[in-house]
């Protein structure tokens, strides 16, 4: 069994193959505006390796809404074309998943001076994910990991594999922490 990994939740396209568990691809693009030109080149590389495709896992964020959209909307029309399952899988939880610290904090860029966060302990989440200030987080004593505390993190496609794997509580929906920016006319001053 094939399962492609997708994340578009980061500044970071990711995409990894694997192969009854083993990683036979994984590439990624750097760039907050570049997911949708990025995400087919590296899937079409990604195939060229592993065709045979039987289920597709996929970051549903949180994230910045059109990256967020250009991942999840490719690994739902992807695996609806082809007739395969597809799970999706908080990428926060992905990125804590790679963390080795008992209890602690992880964050990744929300735009507006704002991130997206969530808190663990053993590895499961017990707060969030939210949206803030990163000064927010002063409350919190606990290590905090990514933008705004160390360098930015992005999810490991095997750490989304893992997670959909493991955990029962897969999501349908998009993670989307903030009202839309776009406003209907007659609601404009």
């Keep these: 069994m094939s399962t492609l990994v997708i994340d578009t939740a980061t500044d970071r396209t990711s995409v990894g193959i694997f192969k009854d568990?083993?990683?036979v691809f994984y590439a990624f693009?750097?760039?907050a505006m570049a997911h949708g030109e990025a995400l087919p080149k590296i899937i079409a590389e990604a195939l060229k390796v592993e065709p045979n495709i039987s289920k597709v896992v996929v970051g549903m964020g949180p994230g910045p809404f059109t990256g967020l959209r250009v991942g999840i909307v490719f690994?739902?029309?992807?695996a609806t074309a082809r007739n395969i399952p597809w799970v999706g899988v908080c990428t926060l939880d992905a990125?804590?998943?790679?963390?080795?610290?008992?209890e602690f904090i992880v964050a990744t860029n929300a735009r507006r001076k704002e991130i997206y966060w969530a808190k663990y302990?053993?590895?499961v989440r017990t707060i969030g994910p939210s949206v803030a200030k990163p000064e927010a987080l002063t409350?919190?004593?606990e290590?905090?990991?990514?933008?705004?505390f160390t360098s930015e993190l992005s999810p490991h496609p095997k750490y989304l594999l893992k997670i959909s794997e493991e955990r029962?509580?897969?999501l349908i929906e998009p993670m989307y922490l903030r009202n839309p920016d776009a406003v209907p006319t007659i609601e404009r001053k």
């Design 143 to 148: 290590p905090k990991f990514g933008f705004g």
């Design 29 to 31: 693009h750097d760039g």
């Design 75 to 78: 690994a739902q029309t992807f």
């Design 121 to 123: 302990l053993n590895g």
């Design 95 to 102: 990125i804590a998943f790679g963390i080795a610290e008992k």
């Design 168 to 170: 029962k509580n897969h």
């Design 139 to 141: 409350e919190y004593s």
């Design 21 to 23: 568990g083993v990683e």
